[in-house]
């Protein structure tokens, strides 16, 4: 994998993660809370590592790739952080690593949380 060039890191990335809140029926809801927004590289893994990720029921069809910032988007800071959105499609986080082991970029690979029902089905049949 090789380290992003000028002007790869072009989308906005919202990181979330997951916190328990108390609700009305005296007991917990999960919510997702956004923590950071920054620029990122969104790329489709190749269909070795798909296939290979989904023979062990992990499910990675995309890496997302941000400047390390320690305390931020360092490995280690993704702790608890569950979902990513990148220009409005939701993943799910499945593997953190860093690029190479240069302490420069953070490599995600996620999961893309896609509900098929709701995607609007395009009909090629002319409306009479």
């Keep these: 994998m090789n380290v992003p060039q000028i002007g790869e890191l ?15 029926r005296l007991g917990f809801s999960k919510t997702a809370v956004q923590e950071d927004e920054l620029w990122g590289k969104l790329e489709p893994v190749g269909a070795g590592i798909y296939f290979g990720s989904k023979q062990i029921e992990s499910g990675v069809t995309h890496r ?29 986080l499945r593997r953190v ?4 082991g ?8 996620v999961e893309e949380k896609t509900d098929a029902c709701a995607v609007r089905r395009r009909s090629w049949v002319p409306n009479d």
Aim: net charge positive; proline share 5%.
């Design 10 to 24: 072009r989308h906005r990335v919202k990181i979330f993660h997951t916190m328990s809140v108390p609700d009305e």
């Design 64 to 92: 997302v790739i941000v400047r390390s910032m320690p305390g931020r988007t360092g490995p280690r800071d993704f702790k608890g952080v569950t979902e990513l959105m990148v220009d409005g499609v939701l993943y799910r």
């Design 97 to 100: 690593s860093d690029l190479g």
């Design 102 to 109: 240069l302490g420069r970029f953070t490599v995600l690979d």
